[in-house]
């Protein structure tokens, strides 16, 4: 009886340390591949995972921000995937590194010419935008997800100063200080932007596998740090038992 007791104990503590492990689910977020400069340009990416078992992702929508306008907005092609950049005029002009600005990019939406994101799997959809703004420390989007089987999952949810992480945030670009050399981020000008962005459609692939390797890493981490703690409660749990026996002895 003290045995299964014990065993039962160490089952439970097990069980506990898996629930606290366990990673939380993924969203869509946005990522500059270097830094994102105030005033620089650069080429971002915005990730999007597949968070169902039995339906795919076959269109995204991402809205730009219309308080921060962005002039110039460039996609890189993608395998299975068409990409539409809509423009729309401002209700202000603005003037931009001495340009006058009366129209940005307000939305690109790619959709699913193939099978799409799959359950399990993610893609990458990068992005050359600029000029980034100089008088804000981020730039919020706001994502449209959609499913094949009709669902529609929108993260568009603010993140509020000293509350908890909405259920669906949108996703935020952090902008870093221009250098002080005159060169804007690690992305450099428009030019190498542009560059970028014309990269042959399979570096996509290449990105994403890259990624799902750094992932699969840290799954094999987690788990192998729940192993040793599962192996090191049973340890304990020999220990006291054993030491009950010669008590009893």
């Known amino acids: 009886m003290k045995a299964s007791r014990i065993a039962a104990a160490g089952a439970v503590a097990a069980s506990a340390v898996l629930a ?9 977020s946005v ?32 809205n730009f921000p219309t308080d921060h306008p962005l002039a110039s907005v460039m996609p ?9 950049v809509t423009k729309s005029k401002l209700a202000k002009p603005l003037t931009m590194h001495g340009e006058k600005i009366s129209e ?14 799959e359950p399990g799997f993610f893609q990458k959809f990068p992005l050359s935008v600029g000029a980034l703004p100089e008088d804000t420390d981020e730039l919020v989007f706001k994502a449209i997800q959609t499913y094949d089987n009709k669902e529609v ?40 932007a542009s560059d970028t962005s014309t990269a042959a459609p399979a570096s996509s692939s290449s990105t994403s596998a890259s990624s799902s390797s750094s992932d699969s890493s ?13 192996v090191g409660a049973a340890g304990v749990a020999y220990g006291v038992l054993a030491g009950r026996r010669r008590t009893e002895a």
């Open 153 to 192: 999952v929108r993260w568009i949810e603010p993140q509020k100063e000293g509350q908890e992480e909405p259920e669906n945030p949108a996703p935020v670009l952090t902008l870093s200080d221009a250098s002080t050399d005159g060169h804007h981020g690690s992305s450099g000008t428009a030019k190498d």
């Open 20 to 28: 606290v492990s366990a990673p939380a689910f993924a969203h869509v």
């Open 104 to 117: 940005a990019v307000t939305k690109v939406t790619w959709t699913a010419t193939g099978k799409g994101i």
């Open 76 to 84: 890189q092609p993608l395998d299975g995937w068409s990409v539409k």
């Open 218 to 230: 840290d799954t094999t981490a987690r788990v192998l740090g729940v192993v040793g703690i599962v």
């Open 31 to 62: 990522q500059p591949e270097g830094e994102a400069a105030k005033g620089g340009y650069a080429v971002v990416d915005f990730k999007v995972p597949n968070e169902r078992d039995d339906a795919s992702t076959n269109k995204v929508e991402v």
